[in-house]
């Protein structure tokens, strides 16, 4: 079911990683941030849409993970954006021989044959510096930053000020970090590019976990650069994602947050 964040801004939750999908209303159909992850899902969020007589005028993909590229079929054909970097990370990927075999095995195994890959990360590549996403609809500013994934960005709907933060700011996740010599620095500058949009949002939707209201894009903002500094410090974070007080169900976060631990440690 779509669920209402702001006037004319509503999302669609995954059941196993509480992926948010967002569905902006523009003038001709609706804009699609971060599609979904599972068949029926999709087919799911497709009949939503239909029912409300919203046709998907236009897609966008945060960043190049595998949850968050994926497109359905009954979604139809609409234009599928990203960065100029995420989308060439895509299109390198697509471009190995065996990429849908690997992209599979890498699933989660309770996903197993529920992910269709056959329109798997067809996105088109914006020239770096696009500013707004080119749709008909209200304008949606891209923040594009070297934090976590190549060519990530977050989404400012600037109308109703929803930020959609792609795989940063979640309740449930500690930052997760990309594969590069500064991730720690490459993150606190997303960090900081987020806190520099603070004042203009009024709910943040993280690719994964619940939204947040106006008061806590900061505490999130605040919460993830203590994380990183902990690391950074070889500390052990004071951090309500790991330990006894993370969410049920979301305790192997804990996994995530010592195998960063052993990269970045001492």
Same mark, same amino acid.
């Given at each position: 079911m779509l669920q209402p964040v702001a006037e004319g801004v509503r999302i669609h939750v995954s059941e196993l990683l509480l992926n948010n999908t967002v569905v902006v209303r523009g003038r001709t159909g609706v804009l699609?941030?971060?599609a979904g992850i599972t068949d029926s899902e999709m087919?799911?969020? *497709?009949?939503?849409?239909?029912?409300a007589d919203h046709s998907v005028v236009a897609g966008f993909s945060t960043h190049p993970d595998w949850d968050h590229v994926l497109w359905h079929d009954e979604l139809g054909p609409a234009p599928r954006y990203g960065t100029a970097r995420g989308a060439a990370y895509m299109r390198d990927l697509r471009a190995q021989a065996n990429w849908k075999t690997d992209v599979a095995e890498g699933l989660p195994p309770e996903m197993a044959g529920e992910v269709p890959l056959d329109l798997f990360g067809l996105l088109t %590549?914006? &020239? *770096? %510096?696009t500013a707004k996403v080119p749709w008909d609809g209200p304008d949606v500013r891209i923040i594009? /930053? &070297?934090a976590h994934a190549p =060519? /990530? *960005?977050a989404?400012?709907?600037e109308e109703t000020g929803v930020l959609a933060a792609g795989d940063m700011l979640s309740d449930v996740f500690v930052p997760m970090l990309d594969d590069t010599d500064d991730a720690i620095e490459d993150y606190l500058t997303g960090l900081r590019l987020l806190e520099d949009v603070a004042g203009e949002v009024t709910a943040v939707v993280p690719g994964h976990g619940t939204v947040g209201r106006a008061g806590e894009v900061r505490e999130r903002i605040a919460r993830d650069r203590a994380y990183l500094h902990a690391l950074r410090d070889g500390r052990d974070p004071d951090d309500p994602r790991? %330990?006894?007080s993370a969410k049920p169900g979301w305790e192997w976060v804990g996994d995530i947050?010592? =195998?960063? *631990?052993?990269?970045f440690g001492p």
């Open positions: 699609l941030i971060d087919s799911c969020l *497709a009949q939503d849409l239909r029912e %590549g914006l &020239p *770096a %510096g594009e /930053h &070297p =060519g /990530h *960005a989404l400012l709907i790991l %330990g006894p947050h010592a =195998g960063q *631990a052993r990269r």
